[in-house]
């Protein structure tokens, strides 16, 4: 399966600060990069899809100027949360989509305090 | 009515039980059938893909699909408490977003 990394594995940060997640795909160059965000006991929630080279696609209800994504090369995606508000907190995950499987990282815990 | 339905449970077993999970859906366009294993605090790990109707097993571990009846199945033999942790079926169309059940918590007791 496909290996991806995501870093940091946890941030705590103070409100109103910004945040930067990044998400590598290892063994693999991913054109398509998902992000989702899952809170506790529920299920994954997409966030957006980014495409290398183009703006990302935010869902419904997603503020794209409140989290920025960059996709600038085939191995690196990055989720920047701005302006971090505690009901922020959450776990935020990525996943390649170069397979109809998908593959996951292995998710990044941010804590506002 | 949700896309894709699944029981949250918490489902508790003891350990050696055979554990069968399921997941309905009303898309009858979904063609790729997932199911996803997630400890607490890490990311979903995918267990078993299936594309179309049929079944297909991976050790202890067995998903179904029946397409007509819109109903996929994961069945988990000889469970061991290693196995406790959420299980999360996901399904989608050709490259088009893909849905997730809710997940049902698992716990298997020694």
């Known amino acids: 399966g496909a290996v991806v990394s995501q870093h940091p594995s946890w941030v705590i940060c103070k409100s109103g600060t910004s945040v930067k997640i990044e998400c590598r795909s290892l063994d693999f160059q991913a054109t398509t990069m998902f992000w989702y965000r899952q809170f506790p006991k529920q299920s994954l929630m997409l966030m957006a899809t980014s495409n290398e080279g183009s703006k990302a696609t935010y869902e419904q209800g997603v503020e794209k100027d409140k989290f920025l994504i960059n996709h600038a090369s085939l191995t690196l995606s990055t989720l920047t949360v701005t302006s971090a508000h505690p009901e922020d907190s959450s776990f935020y995950i990525c996943s390649p989509g170069q397979t109809y499987e998908q593959y996951f990282g292995p998710g990044t815990r941010l804590t506002v305090t | 009515q949700k896309e894709v339905e699944q029981d949250p449970g918490p489902l508790s077993v003891p350990e050696g039980a055979i554990v069968s999970l399921n997941c309905t859906y009303s898309?009858?366009?979904?063609?790729?059938f997932m199911w996803y294993r997630q400890y607490s605090r890490k990311g979903p790990e995918l267990l078993m893909y299936t594309y179309s109707s049929g079944n297909k097993e991976d050790g202890r571990f067995t998903a179904q699909v029946d397409k007509s009846s819109k109903y996929i199945s994961l069945f988990i033999r000889d469970s061991q408490p290693s196995d406790s942790a959420t299980y999360l079926c996901?399904?989608?169309?050709?490259?088009?977003?893909?849905?997730f059940g809710a997940g049902t918590r698992l716990t298997v007791k020694p």
């Open positions: 898309n009858s366009a979904f063609q790729y």
């Open positions: 996901a399904m989608r169309e050709n490259n088009n977003d893909m849905r």
